[in-house]
């Protein structure tokens, strides 16, 4: 059934290599959250652990328990919100490799949903450093929309950001709300992060909830921060300072239904991605 409102929250962290440490820490701002009235938590890609990349591997966990995924149902339950860890290293069919995984965890501390990152980001950017995240990590292949609290939510992670026809794809499934977990470089966040954000929800008229990582990292790693929420017009409604903390705000669904009925780009399409590739010129 629909609702009318979600309140929400994108949490921001300086994850470090310390797994029990980095949870604490999530434990907090979860708890924070939930005690301003939120019922949907989005915690950063590389909330549990934000260590080497070939490190992944040693703390990667099944679905099936672990201490990650322990942890992310006794917060969520705590604090009785939906809550999700927008990325973390879960084992799979490759024991080198394992997958880069958003959880859904309910307020009773049940599992709903998992998404695994499909893009990867493997890149040369010079000064701003250079990343292999292939090399230690398998991608996923499936597109994530599923229903939390009234609201369709589509779910992504990081890199997934420079790929609009993936929001297309939940578009097409009924998304309402983008989910984009990361840890963005600050070489790349300075000049990228807000642009790409507004775009994707201007493109998919959705909510999108953005929960960054900010600061310094092991192995020299520098995060952009931001966390923000924007509104279907592109309009950013908040957004966390420096360091560790909360963006939080309430999506209205009358916001979301005005700016699809006023301007109704998403009924004028004409054209499938097959069918721009197979017109010739």
């Known amino acids: 059934m629909a609702k009318a409102e979600l309140s929400v929250a994108c949490v921001q962290l300086s994850s470090q290599a310390d797994v029990a440490q980095n949870l604490e820490h999530c434990r907090e701002l979860v708890r924070r959250a939930a005690s301003r009235g939120a019922e949907l938590v989005l915690l ?22 672990g201490p990650i995924v322990s942890a992310l149902s006794d917060i969520a339950r705590e604090s009785s919100v939906f809550l999700v860890g927008g990325g973390f290293p879960e084992r799979s069919d490759d024991p080198e490799r394992p997958h880069n995984t958003a959880l859904l965890v309910g307020p009773d501390g049940a599992q709903l949903a998992a998404y695994r990152k499909i893009h990867l980001f493997d890149v040369e950017l010079g000064a701003g450093g250079s990343y292999a995240e292939s090399l230690a990590t398998t991608a996923g292949a499936s597109v994530l929309v599923v229903d939390v609290a009234g609201f369709k939510v589509g779910f992504s992670i990081c890199y997934d950001l420079r790929f609009p026809e993936l929001y297309r794809a939940m578009t097409e499934q009924g998304a309402e709300v983008l989910l984009v977990p990361a840890a963005f470089t600050l070489h790349t966040g300075k000049d ?4 790409l954000l507004r775009a994707r929800a201007i493109e998919a008229q959705a909510f999108v909830l953005a929960a960054a990582q900010h600061g310094s990292h092991p192995v020299g790693r520098q995060t952009y921060g931001h966390s923000l ?3 279907p017009w592109g309009i950013v409604i908040a957004e966390a300072s420096d360091g560790p903390g909360l963006a939080q705000a309430t999506l209205e669904r009358t916001r979301l239904e005005e700016v699809r009925r006023s301007l109704p780009s998403l009924a004028h399409r004409r054209l499938t991605p097959r069918e721009v590739l197979s017109r010739k010129p």
């Open 229 to 231: 929420i924007v509104d």
């Open 192 to 195: 990228h992060w807000h642009v």
């Open 44 to 65: 950063p890609e590389n909330f549990a652990f934000f260590g080497p990349e070939s490190a992944k591997r040693t703390v990667a966990e099944p679905l099936t328990g």
